[in-house]
């Protein structure tokens, strides 16, 4: 891989305590990879953290926001200014250390073979580790429903570990979608699909986050329950 050819995109919402294993891991495992930290404001100082670990590391920028405004609207602004830079591989990931970056190498490489390649918790049985029972039924629940109503041939319609080829997200419109948190992240995987592009997985085990609090609430879990009969409604 050449650098200048993959952009990371991970957004943050007060992540400070998982940046530097984060970018230091990324860098280990994807070392011509760039980073583009999407921050929205946090408190705890994260873009200043992002900022002087780059600068010990290169390679690392940092997107700030004035405030929060959600993962959708992250991601949809981190990968404009990917495709504008020209990167030609873009990955979306969390900061948390749920999608471990020793994955990053597999995602890139399946995706010489897919246009978007998703990393899966769901592939083989369940790979999930240190989650509550309640929480992985409600995963695995919310999974077989949106792939029941979308009809998305995927095992992890809400993973947020995922590699693009710039085509997709060219072609998709990124800044035209819609929704924000586990519905934009069903939207991606949605309209790739209906334009025809390729899409795999490769599997991944997801370890809850061990620092930080979750931004995760009911109301992102409610919205993505009528999101996706939208989507499926608008054949987008
Ligand atoms: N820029 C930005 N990032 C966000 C926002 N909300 C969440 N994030 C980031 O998106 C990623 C996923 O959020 P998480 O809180 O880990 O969501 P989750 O994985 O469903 O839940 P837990 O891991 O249990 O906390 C993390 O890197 C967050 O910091 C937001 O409003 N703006
Ligand atoms: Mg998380």
Sequence with gaps: MNRGETLVVVPTYNECEN???????IRLHVP???VLIVDDGSPDGTADAARALGERLGGVDVLQR????????????????GLERGYRRLVSMDADLSHEPRYLPALLAASERADLVIGSRYLHGVSVVNWSLKRLALSVAANA????????????CTSGFQCFRREVLEAIDVARLRFSGYAFLIEVKYRSHRHGFRLAEVPIIFVDRRFGVTKNSIANIAQSAWAVWAMRLRRG
């Design 32 to 34: 011509a990879a760039d």
């Design 19 to 25: 940046l530097e294993e984060l970018l230091g891991q």
């Design 145 to 156: 429903y949106a792939r029941v109503v979308t009809g998305l041939p995927v095992r992890d």
């Design 66 to 81: 004035g405030r929060r405004l959600g993962l959708g609207s992250a991601y949809r602004e981190g990968f404009r200014r």
